[in-house]
Nanobody, 118 residues
Framework: QVQLVESGGGLVQAGGSLRLSCAAS????????MGWFRQAPGKEREFVAA????????AYADSVKGRFTISRDNAKNTVYLQMNSLKPEDTAVYYC???????????WGQGTQVTVSS
């Protein structure tokens, strides 16, 4: 019903920046909001950032607050994650996800690799 495709990942030096994109298609009008998650090798998937469409509210993990910004381009039906001051510990596969209700995420992209070198 909703398809998500991430892009923009890559290799960057510590202190650098990347902007991830998540293009949404399908019945995007039915979504409640969008979030970004990441999973590093040997670790569980963790929440990074989220935006709720109804009021534009955002939320961030403490580890990325002040460095990452989630935003949306309604015309392009795309959500972004601007990542600044990247650290090696930010290295992970980043996933975008959509929620059709305020209680959980039920649509996921395939992920894009972000590698931050020291």
């Amino acid at each position: 019903q909703v398809q998500l495709v991430e892009s923009g990942g890559g290799l960057v030096q510590a202190g650098g920046s990347l902007r991830l994109s998540c293009a949404a298609s399908g019945r995007t009008f039915s979504t409640y909001g969008m979030g970004w998650f990441r999973q590093a090798p040997g670790k569980e998937r963790e929440f990074v950032a989220a935006m709720t469409w109804s009021d534009g509210s955002t939320a961030y993990a403490d580890s990325v607050k002040g460095r990452f910004t989630i935003s949306r381009d309604n015309a392009k039906n795309t959500v972004y994650l601007q990542m600044n001051s990247l650290k090696p510990e930010d290295t992970a596969v980043y996933y975008c996800a959509a929620r059709s209700n305020p209680r959980g995420y039920n649509y996921w992209g395939q992920g894009t690799q972000v590698t931050v070198s020291s």
